[in-house]
């Protein structure tokens, strides 16, 4: 099997999909996205992790990765590998005792354990073919250092922003402390905003 390396590039949430979240991979090595929709609990699991935010307990995710650590195995791949009827099927590839095992799981939750293990991301060529796009436009595929520096007079409006920002950082742990996800999930949200209108 023919297999692409991707990696993270956005999580957005996504009105239209009644609540779900847009997750966009992009190819390491080339132009191509794959956007795959993703319900809130992953897209909120994928989240805190990516943004270093530990909660006080262990959530699934977490849970399942101290699984397969205590028990001596590792992740070591991750494999986005059918498209059927519109849905993405993916399996976490574990090495335990030099063993090698496939274990079948939704893209959302093996994305969800890859950023905690660092296992890398692949997806079939047959499935890029299928479903993933190049964007049309150059400013769809800028990263933030693409952009060019901030001119002297946007500065006293960036120190507001950045204010929020920090504001909106202290009430997200405050969340995340008391386990109120959907709050944090929103907080984020809106810091990401801010962060995106920065640049």
């Known amino acids: 099997m023919d297999k692409v390396q991707v990696e993270i590039l956005g999580l957005s949430s996504n009105p239209s999909a009644g609540g779900a979240y847009a997750l966009l991979l992009k ?26 935010i530990k909660p006080p307990r262990p959530l699934s995710h977490d849970l399942m990765k101290n699984l397969v650590d205590n028990l001596g195995g590792t992740v070591s791949q991750i494999i986005i590998d059918e498209l059927k009827e519109n849905t993405f099927y993916a399996k976490i590839i574990l090495e335990v005792s030099s063993l090698t095992n496939e274990v079948d799981a939704r893209p959302s939750d093996a994305i969800a354990i890859s950023v905690r293990t660092g296992a890398p991301i ?20 800028l990263e933030p250092e693409d952009f060019s520096p901030e001119e ?16 909106l950082h202290d009430q997200l742990r405050e969340a995340i402390e008391k386990e109120d996800y959907e709050r944090a999930a929103k907080l984020r949200d809106e810091i990401k905003n801010i962060s995106r209108n920065n640049n």
Do not use: H
């Open 27 to 52: 190819e390491t090595f080339g132009n191509r996205r794959l956007p795959i929709i993703i319900g809130a609990f992953e897209a909120q699991a994928i989240a805190l992790e990516l943004e270093g």
């Open 152 to 167: 002297e007079s946007d500065k006293p409006s960036k120190s507001r922003s950045e204010t929020k920002s920090a504001s």
């Open 122 to 141: 692949y997806v079939n060529e047959d499935v890029m073919k299928s479903a993933a796009f190049v964007p049309s436009s150059e400013s769809e595929g």
